[in-house]
């Protein structure tokens, strides 16, 4: 399940979520009847830079769901699922403020497609794009329709894309189950 958060911020402390996108990617392919986008009322208030990069206004979200029933959507699309993300760490930091407080867990249940790409690049001898290195940047090297960034449906579209131009790539390199992906993600974390 590809996943996108938008947020307030990127403290997990103080930060809350905004917006969440998820799209199912299942045997291969990305399933765009099931995706889901729901704006989240934060707990906090948006700060002005979050404003002009998603174009979320405290008007918009205020009658937006609320933090439980994100949640539960969440958990509902999630549960016994691999989370793809790009660059992870933002995601696994917010799913730990979501349920339990312990980002690693969802860390271990991630595969970050931007640490993907990274590793496909080492292995490949190829360079996807300038640095640094965006989501938009490496879905137009990739040939993967370019969305609205920053809108956190169109950001999980893309990852879910990414990520199947990006596993396909991999294979002949060995990396041909999810576990390897995994492997890979995590591997690229210790190169870059």
Same mark, same amino acid.
């Given at each position: 399940?590809?996943?996108?958060?938008?947020?307030?911020?990127?403290?997990?402390?103080?930060?809350?979520?905004?917006?969440?996108?998820?799209?199912?990617?299942?045997?291969?392919?990305?399933?765009?009847?099931?995706?889901?986008?729901?704006?989240?009322?934060?707990?906090?208030?948006?700060?002005?830079?979050?404003?002009?990069?998603?174009?979320?206004?405290?008007?918009?979200?205020?009658?937006?769901?609320?933090?439980?029933?994100?949640?539960?959507?969440?958990?509902?699309?999630?549960?016994?699922?691999?989370?793809?993300?790009?660059?992870?760490?933002?995601?696994?930091?917010?799913?730990?403020?979501?349920?339990?407080?312990?980002?690693?867990?969802?860390?271990?249940?991630?595969?970050?497609?931007? !640490? &993907?790409t990274l590793a496909y690049e080492r292995l490949? @001898? =190829?360079?996807?794009?300038?640095?640094? *290195? $965006?989501?938009?940047? /490496?879905?137009?090297?990739?040939?993967?329709?370019?969305?609205?960034?920053?809108?956190?449906?169109?950001?999980?579209?893309?990852t879910a894309e990414v990520f199947l131009v990006?596993?396909? !790539? &991999?294979?002949?390199?060995?990396?041909?189950?999810? @576990? =390897?992906?995994?492997?890979?993600?995590? *591997? $690229?974390?210790?190169? /870059?």
């Amino acid at each position: 399940m590809a996943l996108d958060f938008e947020t307030t911020g990127l403290d997990r402390r103080r930060d809350a979520v905004v917006s969440l996108g998820l799209v199912p990617v299942r045997e291969g392919r990305v399933h765009l009847a099931d995706v889901r986008y729901t704006m989240v009322r934060p707990s906090v208030p948006p700060s002005p830079q979050s404003i002009v990069i998603h174009h979320l206004r405290p008007v918009d979200l205020q009658r937006a769901p609320g933090v439980e029933q994100a949640r539960h959507m969440l958990r509902m699309a999630l549960e016994d699922r691999f989370v793809l993300t790009w660059a992870g760490e933002i995601e696994a930091a917010f799913l730990g403020n979501l349920f339990d407080g312990r980002p690693r867990r969802w860390v271990r249940r991630s595969i970050d497609v931007l !640490r &993907l790409t990274l590793a496909y690049e080492r292995l490949s @001898g =190829s360079r996807v794009g300038r640095r640094p *290195l $965006s989501l938009s940047v /490496a879905a137009r090297s990739f040939g993967v329709p370019v969305e609205e960034a920053h809108h956190a449906l169109d950001d999980a579209i893309m990852t879910a894309e990414v990520f199947l131009v990006v596993a396909t !790539r &991999l294979a002949p390199f060995g990396f041909e189950s999810v @576990g =390897s992906l995994l492997k890979a993600s995590r *591997l $690229s974390s210790r190169i /870059a």
